[in-house]
């Protein structure tokens, strides 16, 4: 079982910048694929970014298009999120995920993802 652990979350002001880490334990980072999720109060948890195990291919949603950048480091075990001109409506707990299967497709999908973090708090004020 792999544990993903979370940073970089905080209080900011809309238009500033926060960038989220999340750290791997073990040899059970490579050749996964890595997602980033965000569920806001009363609302059910969402798809943010993805990148491929290989980290050539990523995907982000519309609403965080050319704002939100996911990264990885394979030799750190690290995956990243670097959140510029962020807004109120950002405001959520960020969760970050490993993929089920290794070397595949990536996913939108929460249940292709087996393996989750404990999440962080991104708080936009306006």
């Known amino acids: 079982q792999v544990q993903l652990v979370e940073s970089g979350g905080g209080l900011v002001q809309a238009g500033g910048s926060l960038r989220l880490s999340c750290t791997a334990s073990?040899?059970?980072?490579?050749?996964?694929?890595m997602a980033w999720f965000r569920q806001a109060p009363e609302k059910e948890r969402v798809f943010v970014a993805a990148?491929?195990?290989?980290?050539?291919?990523?995907s982000v949603i519309d609403s965080v298009e050319g704002r939100f950048t996911i990264s990885r480091d394979n030799a750190k075990n690290a995956v990243l999120l670097q959140m510029n001109s962020l807004k109120p409506e950002d405001t959520a707990v960020y969760f970050c995920?490993?993929?089920?299967?290794?070397?595949?497709?990536?996913?939108?999908?929460?249940?292709?993802?087996?393996?989750w973090g404990q999440g962080t708090q991104v708080t936009v004020s306006s």
């Open positions: 995920a490993r993929g089920s299967r290794r070397f595949s497709s990536y996913s939108t999908h929460a249940a292709r993802y087996d393996n």
């Open positions: 073990g040899r059970t980072f490579m050749g996964y694929n």
């Open positions: 990148i491929s195990f290989d980290g050539t291919s990523t």
